[in-house]
């Protein structure tokens, strides 16, 4: 195609060769992407800090696989008995296994060892704190209703193969305090009915410790839980892009479209860029905080122990959950059932997950939502939901203080038996409590938006009526503001399903219907609906009504709420644009 | 671009209320006080507008991209000026190598993050784009075709048609779950009573845990508590070790001991005990009965043993009852004697299980 299409006085010339198209045209010709690829490299994604918190997990697991990797150069996974001979001095001759003398070799003559080691360590931290926060975040927002169901199970195995990961990983320095974790591990297997005693000796290849947990812990810790774990994560974002993130409502941001900036490149330098920040941070603190110091605990030695020895934080709530526990055990038939240990390690946490995981679909059962859901809700705007998780966290945060109940009674110098009584009764109690409280609590915040739609912000303004009485002066707030407010469902009290509507089907399947219908309307119960064109005219009237001049020639105030549809027009308040018995036209004061 | 969408416009209020599939459209119901007013215009920032402001963003991220590369080169010299090993650089009580790595890591990493995030909001474009989605669910023709391509294929298999066929597969299948456990077996031996015996046999001396020097009651003081071993942990033949290893320390998970004494009258032995002390010297298992931690939190005053790992408590007074936390069972006690040359020895092992319960322990 060398033929001039114009008569211009230039010769045709082929473009300059552009070298980026040179290489999407070689990719392309052999994978055939572009197709893909053109609707994702502009992709939008809406903007808000609480989206980041996944991110900060995601990014925490890319600085988990690479420092790790970084250990594994030069950590033996092994129960070897060797005399250690290394830069340490207080370990200096003490016989302890492989993994332990090659934890020190890493932490003291290995440059940079020992800050890979505290920023895998760290990172771990991050990775599943942020987990825990982006999971609530998803909860409390409502991120999780149709049509992602399905990643927040996924979600929900991550937190659970993050936890696996970071116990696996911890056990393996075989330093006193993870032995110490591992022989409570091996009590736990002990107390499964039935298997235990056999599942306790497969796994630590006879009696406990044995000398093939680490090797074996060593083999889930970098390739099978990791493996899995990168599945997960892979199949978490590919959902996340098909679905297109949720975003919150506002103007011009429906359940239809997306708002936001593009994948290339401002998410592409925004998400790269946090990639940086987030292993920076962990980099510091490996520089500056000390973590898990492994050599001041010792070798593992199962005739010795640390007092205020803990599991990590993550793993503190079932831990919690055992110290509470009143101690019961049952011999039947010549066996023993340890409820004491079997109960809250082995069936609570397996219950708290399984209920974590049931969330969405309890509420869209009880509610019987099958719509899809782009838009998020605020906290206030599901009052049961939201009292429901802070009931979840209230249950956990209490089992969790109470696996610290040593070291509260330390720090604040109370009595322990008080403190672990206290918690066997507040665990059932204030998770009611916490529930109801909130609940209230969000309808309050439903009640202080409607009061700001229907009678406008507080302004600051104080005004004096003739009679002496004050009044806050309240402006109405922004159209926009405005509808973000009004941005959500109505809810309706649904009638109880009648038996002459379930003509024909069965007793059972009724009753089960009038439940769902009662806890639905229980759901919703309380909550404040948003107002309608007319309550809001209402509204309006009524305050313009109050500032009109009466008969006496007087305008008379209330001491109550005060609005009006005055603007400031973006001048300076005095108070006396608002009391309309004066000219404000040239008025000195405006002018500021 | 921006495209404004008018969602709440009249006319669209009502598409909520009809449809219980699909998307619930905006929210969006009659009687609905307010009409989506669109999109914000876009408000220029000062790098849009100013070409000053814009230099001095781009002077800002480069000098942080410059400052990140420094920190690079000072990680590697760090590295090779600052000593690790027997004779470490220290800085204001830190290890120098961790603390210089780190903090030039750290802030090689932080520089070029911030600077890449700078670079996203001062000087890429900050026009909102507005994208629709696309359903979640497939089109419906597309459902059609690919369940009528499955049925076509399901019964192009005849997996409906010959059940034998299936039957015999899915059992087969499920049958193959059976190599995945069994193969396992070798994971460990079999428990057998290894969980009810220890190494402690009569007459093995009881000695202290760290020099392995046999105690005589008289150097017991009341109220004290020594952490002790059965001798023959420390014993050597030909100058090796009998146990050591893992061997020695699945012995000390069983037959970990400590001994206290306390005054005679305190002390109110069960039936069948009274014999099991040498003047106020008794013997207990130290591994907790909840799950096997070592305990060692000795009060002095209540004869009261503490467990660091779950706050069972234990009163060494009364044969070791619980009276706190979640421990079920007493602590197993080692009935003790005194043998010719004076030393306190151990009667026989102890006489039940020690350590966490297991399903079989009445068996034994």
């Avoid at chain 1, 591990?185 to 000398?211: I, Q």
């Avoid at chain 1, 099958?370 to 209230?394: E, G, S």
């Amino acid at each position: 195609m060398s033929t001039a299409t114009t008569n211009g006085k230039q010769a045709a010339r082929t473009a300059k060769p552009n070298r980026l198209a040179g290489a999407a045209t070689w990719v392309d010709d052999r994978v055939g992407l572009a197709g893909v690829a053109k609707k994702q490299v502009r992709k939008v994604f809406p903007d808000h800090w609480s989206f980041m918190l996944g991110e900060i997990a995601l990014w925490s697991f890319v600085v988990l696989l690479l420092t790790g990797t970084f250990l594994t150069l030069w950590f033996k996974p092994s129960m070897g008995e060797v005399v250690y001979n290394g830069s340490y001095d207080q370990l200096r001759g003490v016989s302890m296994s492989e993994a332990y003398a090659s934890t020190l070799h890493i932490s003291f003559d290995v440059r940079g060892g020992l800050l890979m080691r505290q920023i895998h360590h760290w990172s771990a931290m991050l990775f599943i704190a942020a987990m825990f926060v982006h999971m609530m975040r998803v909860y409390f927002t409502g991120a999780f209703r149709k049509p992602r169901e399905v990643n927040w199970v996924i979600g929900c195995l991550l937190l659970l193969l993050g936890s696996l990961e970071g116990f696996t990983g911890y056990s393996l320095p075989d330093d006193l305090l993870s032995g110490t974790g591992l022989r409570a591990a091996d009590g736990f297997t002990k107390a499964v009915p039935v298997v235990g005693t056999y599942v306790s000796f497969f796994l630590f290849d006879g009696e406990f410790p044995g000398d093939a947990v680490i090797p074996r812990f060593f083999t889930m810790h970098v390739l099978l839980i990791p493996g899995v774990l990168l599945a997960l994560i892979g199949l978490h974002m590919l959902l996340l892009v098909y679905h297109k993130h949720t975003q919150w409502p506002g103007p011009g941001r429906t359940e239809h479209n997306v708002v936001g900036y593009p994948m290339m490149p401002v998410y592409a330098a925004k998400a790269g860029g946090f990639f940086f920040i987030v292993f920076g941070v962990s980099a510091l603190m490996g520089a500056l905080f000390s973590i898990n110091p492994v050599w001041r605990y010792g070798p593992y030695d199962p005739s010795q122990v640390t007092a205020g020895s803990q599991p990590d934080w993550y793993m503190g709530w079932p831990d919690g959950a055992l110290r509470i526990f009143p101690g019961w055990e049952t011999e039947l038939f010549g066996f023993t059932l340890s409820w004491n240990i079997f109960l809250p390690i082995i069936v609570l946490p397996g219950l708290m997950f399984t209920i974590l995981l049931m969330l969405p679909f309890i509420e869209a059962w009880i509610v019987g939502d099958k719509r899809d859901h782009h838009l998020l809700q605020r906290p206030r705007n599901a009052p049961t939901r939201t009292a429901t998780m802070v009931a979840l966290m209230t249950f956990i945060g209490l089992l969790w203080a109470a696996g610290g109940n040593d070291i509260i009674a330390l720090k604040f110098d109370l009595n322990l038996n008080y403190i672990t009584y206290f918690i066997r009764v507040m665990v059932f109690v204030g998770p009611v409590i916490a529930f109801l409280l909130t609940r209230r609590w969000c309808i309050s915040l439903q009640r202080a938006d409607q009061a700001r739609l229907l009678h406008g912000y507080e302004s600051g303004i104080i005004m004096r009526s003739p009679e002496g009485a004050y009044a806050e002066k309240h402006l109405p707030i922004s159209t926009e503001e405005a509808y973000t407010l009004t941005a959500r469902d109505r809810h309706h009290e649904k009638p109880l399903p009648s038996e002459a509507d379930q003509n024909g089907v069965a007793n059972r399947k009724l009753r089960m219907s009038r439940l769902r219908t009662r806890l639905s309307n229980r759901w919703f119960s309380g909550e404040v609906e948003k107002p309608t064109r007319e309550e809001l005219d209402a509204a309006h009237e009524h305050s313009a009504h109050e500032l009109a001049v009466h008969e006496d020639g007087h305008q008379h105030l209330s001491s109550g709420d005060y609005s009006g549809d005055y603007e400031l027009d973006g001048q300076t308040a005095d108070g006396h644009q608002f009391d309309g018995r004066r000219a404000i036209e040239g008025d000195e004061l405006r002018k500021s | 671009m921006t495209v404004h969408e008018r969602e709440g416009m009249p006319g669209n209020e009502d598409a909520v209320a009809t449809s219980e599939h699909g998307t619930a459209p905006a929210r969006r119901e009659a009687g609905d006080p307010f009409p989506d007013p669109g999109l914000h215009e876009h408000q220029p920032r000062p790098t849009d507008v100013d070409e000053r402001a814009g230099k001095r963003a781009e002077r800002q991220i480069a000098t942080m991209f410059v400052l990140s590369a420094l920190c690079t080169l000072l990680f590697c010299v760090a590295y090779f000026v600052f000593q690790v090993g027997d004779d470490p650089d220290v800085i204001m009580g830190f290890g120098a190598s961790n603390l210089a790595l780190g903090l030039t890591l750290g802030l090689a990493l932080l520089l070029i993050g911030i600077g890449t995030i700078q670079w996203a909001r001062k000087l890429m474009s900050d026009v909102e784009i507005v994208e629709m989605r696309h359903p979640t669910a497939s089109s419906e023709t597309d459902r059609a075709e690919t369940l009528q391509a499955l049925d076509a294929g399901v019964s192009d298999s005849g997996i409906g048609r010959r059940p034998l066929v299936r039957n015999s597969l899915i059992g087969a299948l499920a049958l193959l779950g059976l190599p995945a456990i069994v193969a396992l077996r070798d994971l460990g031996p079999l428990p057998g009573n290894k969980l009810a015996v220890t190494v402690w046999r009569r007459g093995m001396r009881v000695v202290n845990d760290v020099a392995g020097t046999p105690i005589r009651p008289e150097e017991v003081e009341i109220g004290q508590l020594i952490n002790t071993q059965p001798e023959i942990l420390f014993e050597t033949e030909d100058g090796e070790r009998t146990y050591e290893g893992t061997e020695l320390l699945q012995a000390k998970t069983k037959a970990s001991t400590i001994v206290v004494r306390m005054q005679p009258d305190d002390i109110t032995p069960s039936a069948g005990r009274a014999n099991w002390g040498v003047d106020g010297i008794l013997c207990y298992s130290k591994i907790c009965t909840h799950v096997g931690c070592p305990i060692s939190l000795w009060e002095q005053q209540t004869h009261h043993l503490l467990c660091p790992c779950h706050q069972s408590t234990f009163d060494l007074a009364d044969n070791g009852k619980v009276v706190f936390g979640p421990a079920a069972r007493a602590l197993p006690q080692l009935p003790l004697m005194v043998d010719d040359e004076g030393y306190l020895v151990a009667q026989s092992d102890f006489t039940e299980p020690v350590g966490p319960s297991y399903w079989e322990r009445g068996d034994a």
